[in-house]
Structures are given as structure tokens and as C-alpha cells.
């Protein structure tokens, strides 16, 4: 993509380009030309045959009139409103954050109480935003309880877009939740501040001397001796649907005896990689200093087992 977007940047230095956020917005340049090129005909018409000159006036306003003219635009009746509870430096977020009317909901109801918001509405879906719809879908709390690092979250569970109830139970089960009553907009619930996740810098990248695949997507790193290892970390980019909910990550010494020395959801890690690097979306999973020459990561698709990497 960056190959064929990088020849045209020269653009950007002409007045009014970088104002089209999108290629369709080139429209607006043909209808100004075109109107640019009329106008020079109706002039040079005018000067020979006034006649027909105002014949094609009269003929161009009317279908302007034709094609401008709207029947009343059915509009929905705006959210209610609801006091939240009065909990100091707050986020909110609405659920499902992958219903449209919930989060247009949550954007309306964002300018009557000015609490920052999660959910958000255009025609463009950053990373995280993505990869918070999957995780809620997938039920993985570390999502939501990313967002109430350092600070608290308010949680809305939208009732009508919850039929069966499933994202009622998935918030009520999150641990230190706090519910909050009800309102027009559903179930209130509080996450309080936690404190911040601190990702340890990566040391020295360490290479690996072999991978091996193994049943039920396991994948093997052999280091080719013993070392300190304190981070695996591999980029997700656009693949955090096909990760796993829950990722492990075994080592050992001889290949034999394994022992576990991380276990999580993937939510938190995706999404604070997303929110650091849109592209690459790096995902790090920091080790108690482990002493190992093999590392088994599991469930591991095809396309992990070509990005993983291990630094001391």
C-alpha cells in the first residue's frame, strides 16, 4: 500500500488536498471543473444567442432544483439521558461496542455528561477499537479491565442490545466490579483504578537456533543452550482473530519437563501494542527472568510460529 500511496505525496502540497480524507472526495475537484468549463460556455454563448442562453438557465435551475430537493429525513428520537455515578476522573464505556446504535448512543450521551468515552462511530476503525470489539465478543475481561488502569471505568450494559444476557453476565463476573444500579441506557457498573501495567524494556534479542511445530498448535523455540530469557514478543498486525483468547508459554531445559511461566488473556498485551504502534501492533509478554534453553508457546497458528522472538 505504502508503494503506491508514496508517488503521489507530492500532492499533498497543493491548496485544498489535504483536505479529502478519502479517494471519492476527488468528485468535488471533477464537479468544480466541470461547473469552471459551463460557466465559460453559458458566457461565451451568451454574447451570440441570449435567447438560448436563458432557455439553458432556466433548464439548468430547475434540474438543480429537481435533484436538491428532499422528502423529511426520518429521525430517531435522541438517547436518554443518565446521571452517572460520581466517580472522580472516569472513563466510560457502552456495551456491545460493536452495536452502531450503542456506540452513537454513547457519542450523543458523551456531550451532556463530558466524560471521556470508548466507544466511537466513522468510517474508519482504528486497531484497538477492533481488537476491543473482538475481545468483548470473546468475553476476555483483560479487556476491559486494560481500560481501567490508572484510572476508573464506568460500564454501561445496553439491555436491548444484550437479549440473552450474556454481556450482563460477562461484566457482573469481572473481578472488583461494582454494580451501580440501572438507567434508560441498561446495568451501571464500576471497575475502580487499578494500578498501571509496566512492560520491562526487551534486552538483547537472542537468537533461536530451531523451531519445531508440535501438535495441537504448540510451537517449540530451541535457543541451542540455556539463557536468561525475559520477553517473547512477535507483532500481531491484523491477526489478533486468529490468536487465541488465552496464550501460554512453557520452558524447559532438556525438552521434556515443561513448566508454565506465563499464562493470560491476550486483550491487554494487543491492546496496549495497538495503542503504541498501529501497524505492527507489537504484542510483549514479560518473563520472571527465566533460565531455559526451550520456550513452548501455545495455541500458536502458522503465522506466530514465523514472528516470535526472544530477547534476554
Given amino acids: 500500500m505504502q508503494a503506491l500511496v508514496r508517488p503521489y505525496t507530492w500532492l499533498t502540497v497543493l491548496p485544498g488536498f489535504s483536505g479529502l480524507r478519502a479517494p471519492s472526495r476527488f468528485a468535488m475537484l471533477a464537479c468544480l471543473s466541470l461547473s469552471v468549463a459551463a460557466a465559460l460556455g453559458v458566457s461565451r454563448m451568451r454574447s451570440r444567442r441570449r ?16 435533484d436538491g430537493w428532499t422528502d423529511p429525513i426520518p429521525l430517531r428520537a435522541p438517547p436518554g439521558r443518565f446521571l452517572l455515578p460520581d466517580v472522580r476522573d472516569a472513563v466510560v464505556v457502552e456495551l456491545p461496542v460493536d452495536d452502531s446504535f450503542v456506540n452513537t448512543a454513547a457519542m450523543y450521551r458523551a456531550m451532556l455528561h463530558g466524560r471521556p468515552t ?20 470473546r468475553e476476555d475481561p483483560s479487556s476491559l479491565l486494560f481500560f481501567a488502569r490508572g484510572r476508573p471505568l464506568i460500564i454501561v450494559v445496553n439491555g436491548q442490545s444484550d437479549e440473552n444476557g450474556d454481556m450482563l453476565r460477562f461484566v457482573s463476573a469481572l473481578e472488583g466490579v461494582e454494580e451501580h444500579g440501572s438507567s434508560t441506557a441498561g446495568s451501571i457498573f464500576v471497575l475502580r483504578a487499578r ?10 534479542r537472542l537468537p533461536i ?14 535457543l541451542g543452550h540455556s539463557d536468561i530469557i525475559r520477553t517473547v514478543a512477535f507483532p500481531v498486525r491484523w491477526h489478533y482473530d486468529e490468536m487465541g483468547s488465552r496464550l501460554a ?26 495503542l503504541e504502534n498501529q501497524k505492527e501492533v507489537p504484542f510483549r509478554i514479560t518473563l520472571p527472568d527465566v533460565q531455559a534453553r526451550y520456550l513452548r508457546v501455545h495455541p500458536a497458528p502458522p503465522w506466530l510460529e514465523r514472528e516470535l ?3 534476554r
Fill in 118 to 137: 470508548l466507544n466511537g462511530y466513522s468510517g474508519h476503525t482504528p486497531p484497538h477499537f477492533r481488537i476491543l470489539e473482538s475481545a468483548v465478543r
Fill in 209 to 222: 537456533a530451531a523451531v519445531t511445530r508440535q501438535p495441537r498448535e504448540h510451537v517449540v523455540l530451541d
Fill in 309 to 311: 522472538s526472544v530477547f
Fill in 51 to 66: 435567447a438560448l442562453t436563458a432557455l439553458l438557465a432556466v433548464v439548468a435551475l430547475a434540474g438543480l432544483c429537481l
Fill in 249 to 274: 508459554v512453557e520452558a524447559s531445559d532438556d525438552g521434556t519437563t515443561w513448566k508454565t511461566v506465563w499464562e493470560d488473556w491476550t486483550a491487554a498485551p494487543a491492546l496496549a501494542g495497538a
Fill in 195 to 204: 494500578p498501571k501495567g509496566q512492560t520491562a524494556p526487551a534486552g538483547a
